[in-house]
């Protein structure tokens, strides 16, 4: 019972992939809220049917689950039970947000069945636009019979290409309605119908690995017209940030339909389209595009020359003058030492943290303040204290890399994962930041460095392993340390708070999306509706911004002076989502004026690389998070990465209690 009871929900990719679209799907429920039907039947009641908006069972919220009939129309609706959640870090409003009120089945797309292994069965239902609810976890059975029920009301047609997808037909186009549900291995792009991007079966990336890349050659060409091939050890080539990129070819349904798919199926995008999109990352023009980008819409309603643009209501380039203090030289090597005791303490934490947020550090002293304000050395630790430990974890970092270095070709042979992953981060490393002098040339030794720490961290954290994108956040660590010890314990500190970005459910990445269209509801509404008029709210076109924190939007020493500033956590351990906020709020006139839609706005985002200057980015970010104060420490919610997750202890208690 205690495996069933630990069922890992962020195996499950429809999880991840509804939980990337959940929340907007519920509000959309909720904006549409019926009262209760005048005489209608109810032919399906089932109990303590759960919603799970984390990993952890205690935090699961149960409910009722109904179909209800009125006339020739059936309705579905889950109302979770009032006061039944004990869990302080749900509130009420929490719940409330997962709630299904009456939504008819004219709405509905398909439904999916999952069996675990282990675990409970639950479907997730799909509604016509492609948005998905959470999934419902039946604890005492039902999901047959509440199937079974909705066919005898509707058109319920299993799919031919997966017997646990179940689409709902309203029969005014069957073939399309069927053809848009079904989980299809290719996307055709509509206006072109010689271009499709392939999304390709639900094997992992890493099973992919022997797959030979001359198989992906024939999608190499440019999407772009004008853009040159980038050469074969340009850092911009991240194929974990690429994925996001498809977007921009695809039509507003094939985006709903990959968006619903995203996670089941990210893996094979991330293979399929490094060969097709590989120069688009960093090849944008000189200056910041000033011409405008047509979308897929143009040809059919040609923009009005002249848009009206909402005022922003907070008067930005005012609020930075107001709330945002100048910025700093970095610290230097004299004022450092002001900040220590004789004996190496620091003397007054919050100062020094004061002092780095509003001028960095010289690149002279981040080989030593970084380790502190990374956590891997404490403030109050001496100068013997942190020798001593550079001296104990240089031993216990060598004893971890043996365990890889150990492995026989016959024992390789038998081991999988280590195959896998080791090909993978071979693979990253020969094109992470090669311009650099530091890592650049043939048979480069930092090259190798970088991919030894990749290693021995994938079996130091083996439940993580590797991730692409984590060599981009490693990079700039081991410049800095020019140690392999201290850049293995440096990077392992950070991935303590940024290791949810790379979960395989993804939650990392949507809890910090999702705070950010609540930041920028609240402090741009305007710019939020705008989003939501193009159906933009997904913030998916800043994903790569969160994902390696903003390592490809600056230049390299750019970068470094931003995430020491982000290290800080002082006013907000998740300033990194202002700093989103500020350059939207930037670039918001011309958003909005050249009234781009998802497609065009990410191309324009991606091609904002290397254009925007930091310093007074920071400024507006800093003027932003103070004028939110709490409203917009609300907006984020708890464990929001780079918050440190809940301890397992802690898990394992609250699991304890449950099975009791």
């Not at 047959?144 to 066919?151: N, Q, S």
């Not at 709903?256 to 199926?265: D, K």
């Not at 949810?500 to 990445?509: E, H, I, L, T």
Request: charged fraction near 25%; aromatic fraction near 12%; glycine fraction near 4%.
């Amino acid at each position: 019972m205690l495996e069933t009871e630990m069922h890992d929900l962020s195996d499950d990719s429809d999880y991840a992939a509804s939980q990337q679209q959940g929340s907007r799907s519920i509000m959309r429920s909720d904006s549409g809220k019926r009262s209760e039907l005048e005489g209608a039947e109810i032919v399906y009641v089932k109990e303590n049917v759960s919603v799970h908006p984390t990993q952890y069972m205690s935090e699961r919220i149960s409910g009722r689950l109904k179909l209800i009939k009125q006339d020739q129309s059936l309705f579905v609706s889950w109302i979770p039970y009032k006061g039944q959640n004990s869990n302080s870090r749900l509130s009420e409003k929490d719940t409330n947000l997962y709630t299904i009120r009456l939504l008819p089945f004219t709405d509905v797309r398909y439904i999916r069945r999952h069996t675990p292994a282990l675990g409970w069965q639950y479907v997730i239902v799909v509604s016509s636009d492609g948005l998905a609810y959470p999934p419902l976890y039946f604890y005492n059975g039902g999901v047959r019979e509440f199937l079974a029920t909705i066919k005898q009301h509707v058109f319920l047609m299993r799919s031919g290409d997966d017997a646990n997808v179940f689409v709902v037909n309203d029969f005014q186009d069957p073939l399309q309605k069927t053809l848009s549900s079904l989980e299809l291995p290719r996307v055709s792009v509509s206006n072109s119908p010689t271009k499709s991007i392939s999304v390709g079966e639900s094997t992992s990336i890493e099973n992919q690995e022997g797959l030979d890349e001359s198989a992906y050659s024939s999608t190499s060409a440019s999407q772009y017209s004008g853009r040159q091939r980038h050469k074969v050890h340009d850092p911009a080539r991240d194929l974990s940030i690429q994925v996001l990129e498809k977007f921009s070819l695809v039509t507003k349904f094939a985006r709903e339909t990959t968006s619903q798919l995203f996670r089941e199926n990210s893996d094979n995008f991330l293979i399929n389209g490094r060969r097709k999109h590989e120069q688009s990352l960093h090849d944008g023009p000189d200056d910041v595009p000033t011409h405008d980008y047509p979308s897929k819409s143009s040809s059919k309603q040609k923009v009005p020359d002249e848009v009206p643009i909402p005022p922003d209501p907070l008067e930005f380039e005012k609020l930075a003058l107001v709330w945002g203090k100048p910025r700093q030289p970095p610290l230097g090597h004299e004022e450092w030492a002001a900040f220590l005791d004789f004996e190496g303490r620091v003397v007054d934490p919050k100062a020094l943290k004061q002092r780095i947020f509003y001028g960095g550090v010289e690149h002279e002293l981040r080989k030593e303040l970084w380790p502190v304000l990374l956590g891997y050395h404490d403030y109050d630790s001496t100068y013997a204290e942190r020798e001593y430990l550079h001296s104990v974890k240089k031993q216990e970092y060598e004893s971890i890399k043996s365990q890889w270095q150990s492995i026989s070709k016959q024992q390789a042979k038998r081991f999988t994962k280590f195959r896998e992953r080791r090909g993978l981060i071979d693979k990253d490393v020969v094109r992470t930041d090669r311009s650099l002098p530091f890592y650049d040339g043939d048979d480069n030794p930092n090259v190798a460095l970088l991919r030894d720490i990749l290693l021995t961290y994938s079996f130091y954290n083996f439940d993580l392993g590797y991730c692409q994108g984590m060599s981009d956040l490693l990079s700039p660590i081991l410049y800095v340390m020019e140690d392999e010890s201290e850049a293995f314990w440096c990077f392992s500190a950070l991935m303590e708070r940024l290791g949810p970005n790379f979960n395989r459910d993804q939650n990392g990445m949507h809890s910090q999306l999702f705070a950010l269209s609540k930041l920028v509801e609240l402090l741009d509404s305007p710019l939020h509706n705008y989003f939501k008029q193009k159906d933009c709210l997904n913030y998916f076109f800043c994903f790569r911004w969160i994902l390696i924190q903003f390592k490809r939007e600056f230049e390299y020493d750019d970068v470094m002076r931003l995430w020491e500033v982000l290290w800080t956590h002082h006013l907000s351990e998740h300033l990194h989502l202002y700093v989103c906020v500020a350059i939207l709020k930037r670039y918001r006139n011309k958003v909005i004026g050249e009234q781009m839609d998802f497609d065009t706005l990410l191309k324009f985002i991606n091609e904002l690389s290397g254009h925007i200057d930091l310093e007074p980015t920071l400024r507006d970010a800093e003027a932003l998070c103070i004028y939110a104060g709490d409203n917009g420490a609300a907006c984020i919610p708890p464990g929001t990465p780079p918050s440190l997750p809940v301890e397992n202890e802690v898990f394992y208690s609250q699991l304890e209690d449950e099975v009791l």
